[in-house]
């Protein structure tokens, strides 16, 4: 099986080549925005990678005050390696660093939402999100 020879790594340092080939093909627009994409993943508190064969296949991201509220930004897996449970590892091992932690954040399109209610996450109550975006990959994520 697959996911007994992934590696999840721990670093913020990632290869440029393998970061924007994995955001292209799961469809996120900051693709197209390779060295901010780069500098926001290193400012990361934590950033979580799956490899397998030496090739990145999924990264998932933090941003924390570092002691009340922590937001997931980015979670994602190479299309051919999803629903083997890589990112369920990713999220987890990222979960387990604010596990005491006042608010875990995140926003998920509609068709993710099932997966991170799997992981413990809830629609808000009584709360709005709300954003400033660039929308310019919005038919992206209707496709989705």
């Known amino acids: 099986m697959v996911f007994e020879e992934v590696e999840y790594r721990d670093e913020v340092e990632l290869p440029r080549e393998q970061v924007v080939n994995l955001y292209s093909q799961c469809g996120w627009s900051s693709a197209e925005k390779p060295d901010a994409l780069l500098f926001a993943l290193s400012n990361s508190q934590t950033v979580i990678s799956a490899w397998h ?8 991201n933090a941003i924390s005050d570092r002691a009340l509220v922590v937001y997931y930004s ?64 919005i038919d992206a994520v209707k496709k989705q």
């Open 74 to 137: 980015n979670l994602l897996v190479l299309p051919s390696y999803q629903n083997m449970g890589v990112g369920r590892e990713i999220m987890k091992r990222l979960q387990s660093r604010y596990i005491d932690f006042h608010q875990q954040i995140l926003l998920a399109i509609n068709s993710a939402a099932p997966f991170y209610e799997k992981l413990g996450f809830k629609h808000s109550r009584g709360v709005r999100p709300m954003w400033i975006y660039d929308d310019s990959d």
């Open 53 to 60: 064969q030496n090739s990145l296949i999924g990264l998932g």
